[in-house]
Nanobody, 126 residues
Framework: QVQLVESGGGLVQAGGSLRLSCVASGRTFGAEAMGWFRQAPGKKREFVSAISDTRGTTYYGDSVKGRFITSRDTTKNTLYLQMNSLKPEDTAVYYC???????????????????WGQGTQVYVSS
């Protein structure tokens, strides 16, 4: 099992920045791909970003490309999401996810990720 704990959410004005963190513990050797999703009230869980373990290649959802940056520090078992130029539509609960070996074509499907954190709320005011 892999345990994930997110932090860093909060309230920010439009145009501002936030950095989310996700610390993985437990059987972290099983966490090969890691990612971020978000879910706004009444909406489906949306893919934000992912990073592969083997090469550290990053992938982003269309709505955040050019504004968000995901990275990981393998020595600390920590995943980060730097969110810049935030918009009110970025308001959501942000979830960290982890998986074992996962093909890139499945990254955007939340059903393919077996491990999830509890989520951290991000609220962007206009």
């Amino acid at each position: 099992q892999v345990q994930l704990v997110e932090s860093g959410g909060g309230l920010v004005q439009a145009g501002g920045s936030l950095r989310l963190s996700c610390v993985a513990s437990g059987r972290t050797f099983g966490a090969e791909a890691m990612g971020w999703f978000r879910q706004a009230p009444g909406k489906k869980r949306e893919f934000v970003s992912a990073i592969s373990d083997t090469r550290g290649t990053t992938y982003y959802g269309d709505s955040v490309k050019g504004r968000f940056i995901t990275s990981r520090d393998t020595t600390k078992n920590t995943l980060y999401l730097q969110m810049n130029s935030l918009k009110p539509e970025d308001t959501a609960v942000y979830y960290c996810a982890a998986s074992g070996i996962l093909a890139v074509k499945y990254y955007e499907n939340p059903d393919q990720w077996p491990y999830w954190g509890q989520g951290t709320q991000v609220y962007v005011s206009s």
